[in-house]
């Protein structure tokens, strides 16, 4: 069992997530395996852009699914990780036009990883619009100001034209709409 630190209310620090990482490229060399998987959300944000600490597991698709699943079971057990540490619930949410890159992130020998690139991981975000009212409510604010700053976006009108570039114009809610004017509106950005 490998040591790692504990982290409070169930949250991922990198180290951790690269040693996980590691752990199911080991298995699937194991196995004579190469998976894939896609990152997204908090984990990006940890892993590519190291613009926060933890994320609260990792969201991703991921290849051959239900090989990964198992052993993101297992390792999740070996690691004393939460259960979910790896899940696919990202799924509903990604857009058919979705543009996928390695980034800057670390490769394994029998794992490829790759991420969304920085605007449509943007327009992921702010269809989200998570804003938590509460600290233990997920939020997507400082993930936005980050990114929409990461690009050099000047205007609300920009992002969301962004946005527009992902998901339909019938998609985009006016909670995502709000929330982007409001951040350009309040100075945020």
């Known amino acids: 069992m490998s040591e790692s630190k504990q982290t409070p209310a169930s ?3 990198a180290e951790q997530i ?3 990482l590691r752990a199911l490229s080991d298995e ?3 196995q004579g395996v190469t998976g894939e ?3 997204f959300g908090g984990t990006v944000m940890v892993l590519a852009f190291t613009a926060r600490l933890t994320t609260k597991d990792v969201d991703a698709l ?3 699914a239900q090989t990964l699943r198992e052993l993101a079971r297992r390792v999740a057990e070996e690691r004393n990780l939460p259960a979910g540490w790896l899940n696919d619930g990202v799924k509903g949410f990604v857009s058919t036009r979705h543009e996928t890159t390695a980034g800057n992130l670390p490769q394994f020998p029998y794992l490829r990883l790759t991420m969304p690139v920085p605007e449509y991981l943007l327009a992921m975000k702010c269809m989200a619009a998570r804003v938590g009212t509460t600290t233990d409510e997920p939020s997507d604010v400082a993930d936005i100001v980050f990114l929409i700053r990461h690009l050099k976006l000047k205007s609300a ?3 969301l034209d962004l946005v527009g570039q992902y998901y339909p114009a019938n998609q985009i809610t006016v909670k995502t709409q ?3 004017e409001g951040l350009f509106d309040e100075g945020k950005i």
Do not use: R, S
């Open 11 to 13: 949250t991922l620090t």
């Open 18 to 20: 690269l040693d996980a």
């Open 28 to 30: 699937l060399g194991k």
């Open 37 to 39: 998987v896609c990152l």
């Open 62 to 64: 991921f290849q051959p």
């Open 157 to 159: 009108k920009e992002a």
């Open 178 to 180: 709000y929330l982007v």
